[in-house]
């Protein structure tokens, strides 16, 4: 017999056909999307792209123009936010600043009379890391200290859901990278559903085990991060998830589960498990730490088999955990290239003819219909 689900576990979130306009402008428009019970979810776009709108509607603080949404397999389209079994953690933690953090955490169980007030936000200060700091004031902690406050202060009223808006956008960037982790932890610790909105690609990577990247009102591609990364669909979410360079090609032909390309009469290969499309004319996708770099004198050496392209080095600038290469192609494009393997006594200068390659296997390939932003 099938254990039941354990009480503790976070709801899953569907939306169904959950859409938003203003007037006549679109803000989301009606997508499906399920947040599996558990996970680390990351709404990631560009500013207005939609994604608060979605996470709001999520919580009940925006009225969807279209679709419904189930937490946790119930109906909450026509509950209010406070009625819904999620809590929301905002950019600007709001905490109360005449109360004490213990009290921040404890007014949520005190609002709804309930007992054994002081060992439940105990542990939910413990589980922040802020127990020594029960008896300060909001202004005495520093702003991730503020935040996980916030979290503790939401978490208290065990939701099924968290969903936090940009919570670390106000942090510094040290500081906002501690916080990601100390997130993470929590929520792993906690196992309960978390919605996470961001612009930042890195923060989103960090934290999520999936991840909805969103575009103009629409979820443009939805994937484990590193799917992501790897295996783009769409020039948008190739260029928005780090750097990428696309190489225009036609394909003349295929061998070996790899689609031959031709580049301005350049040879290239990509696995056709790697293209999201059928198309003859494409973009060979690379990201620039998959090219290895070779002065032109030293290409003899380079195996067979390998996606090579001719050019010269245009601009080369140490920053220590790699070189960065802009290398302009034969065919009059520029291919950025990030070398791990050379210092400053080993970079090749502007104005030396190279020879780029990477493996095939590190392609991807895009439809070229599509435009480059
Ligand atoms: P940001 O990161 O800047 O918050 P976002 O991706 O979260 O961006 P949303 O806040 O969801 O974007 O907004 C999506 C679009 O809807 C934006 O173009 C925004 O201007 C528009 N919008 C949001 N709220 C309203 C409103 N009340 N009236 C009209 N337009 C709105």
Same mark, same amino acid.
């Given at each position: ?12 979130? +569907? ?12 803000? %989301? ?65 709001? !905490? ?12 949520? !169980? ?5 007992? =054994? ?5 105990? =542990? ?16 005495? !902690? ?29 942090? =510094?960037?040290?500081?906002? +990278? ?11 610790? *906690? ?5 996470? *909105?961001?612009? =930042? ?64 009469? *350049? ?25 290895? !770099? ?42 950025? %290239? ?15 003819? %190279? ?19």
């Amino acid at each position: 017999e099938q254990q039941p689900e354990a009480a503790t576990a976070g709801g899953d979130v +569907r939306l169904t056909g959950i859409g938003k306009t203003y007037g006549d402008f679109t803000a %989301v428009q009606p997508l499906d999307l399920t947040v599996p019970q558990g996970s680390f979810f990351a709404l990631l776009g560009a500013s207005g792209c939609g994604k608060t709108t979605t996470l709001r509607m999520i919580a009940g603080l925006e009225e969807p123009t279209s679709g419904t949404v189930l937490i946790g397999g119930q109906d909450v389209t026509d509950l209010p936010p406070y009625k819904r079994p999620v809590n929301t953690v905002f950019q600007s933690y709001a !905490l109360f600043p005449h109360l004490d953090i213990f009290e921040n955490v404890a007014f949520g !169980l005190r609002r709804r009379g309930k007992k =054994d007030v002081k060992k439940q936000v105990e =542990d939910m200060l413990e589980l922040v890391e802020l127990g020594q700091y029960a008896r300060r004031k909001p202004h005495q !902690l520093s702003g991730g200290q503020q935040q996980r406050v916030a979290v503790a202060r939401a978490l208290i009223n065990h939701p099924q859901v968290l969903l936090l808006d940009e919570p670390l956008g106000a942090l =510094d960037l040290k500081l906002r +990278r501690q916080m990601q982790l100390e997130l993470k932890r929590i929520q792993t610790e *906690v196992g309960i559903t978390f919605v996470h *909105v961001t612009h =930042d690609q890195e923060e989103a990577m960090t934290m999520a085990d999936t991840i909805a990247v969103m575009n103009a009102g629409r979820v443009e591609q939805l994937g484990a991060p590193a799917d992501l990364y790897e295996n783009p669909g769409t020039t948008f979410v190739a260029n928005f998830l780090g750097q990428s360079n696309l190489i225009a090609a036609e394909v003349t032909g295929s061998a070996d589960g790899d689609l031959l390309l031709s580049a301005d009469g *350049v040879r290239l290969a990509v696995p056709k498990a790697r293209c999201a499309t059928e198309a003859k004319k494409v973009y060979l996708g690379v990201r620039p730490e998959k090219i290895t !770099l070779a002065h032109a004198s030293a290409a003899a050496g380079i195996a067979e088999g390998r996606n090579r392209l001719t050019g010269t080095v245009v601009d080369s600038s140490f920053i220590g955990v790699s070189t960065q290469y802009v290398v302009r192609s034969a065919a009059g494009q520029e291919i950025a %290239v990030f070398e791990q393997n050379m210092d400053r006594d080993t970079r090749i200068a502007a104005g030396a003819p %190279v020879v780029l390659h990477w493996n095939p296997a590190h392609s991807f390939g895009l439809d070229a219909a599509q435009a480059i932003d």
